[in-house]
């Protein structure tokens, strides 16, 4: 019984290993590259150099900022009506304000705690500027 188990447990890693090293599997590109490119609206800004900087440690205030950015855009197209390029991903100007403004003295809790009200408000917004944006072809 254990020497068939382990026959078993030797064929299907061999089986596995096979699999994986096949010309097909070759053949495709998987080499990983950080340079983003995107299908809808390619021309979007990027993120603020000081959010692209800031230490693993304070990574929740970038979310933060990301979230924040995220629920104003799908709230400005529900508002708009309009899923154009400018609307859908704008300067990240407007987010960094709210940040600095009203979350970037708070601590570490308090941001984590609006971080999830600002995602709570995408996902509100977001079946509504979806809609909108199928229709414009822009999603």
């Known amino acids: ?6 026959r078993l447990a ?3 890693l061999a089986l596995g290993l096979s699999l994986t090293f096949t010309p097909a599997f070759a053949e495709r ?19 603020l150099s000081w959010m692209q900087e800031i230490p693993l440690r304070q990574a929740y ?10 629920a104003q855009n799908l709230e400005r197209i529900v ?5 154009n390029c400018e609307i859908r991903f704008p300067s ?3 987010a960094e304000a709210m940040f600095r403004e009203v979350h970037a003295s708070g601590e570490r809790w308090e941001m984590l705690q ?8 995408a996902n509100a917004a977001r079946p509504a500027a979806k ?9």
């Open 92 to 94: 990240w100007d407007d």
């Open 10 to 12: 030797l064929a299907a």
């Open 131 to 139: 809609a909108i944006c199928e229709a414009a072809g822009n999603w």
């Open 79 to 83: 508002e708009t009506g309009s899923c």
């Open 114 to 121: 609006a971080s999830d009200a600002y995602d709570r408000r």
């Open 61 to 70: 205030q970038r979310v933060l900022v990301q979230d924040i950015y995220r």
């Open 29 to 47: 590109d998987l080499v990983p590259t950080l340079e983003r490119r995107f299908d809808v609206c390619p021309d979007r800004p990027a993120e």
């Open 1 to 6: 019984m254990r020497v068939t188990r382990f």
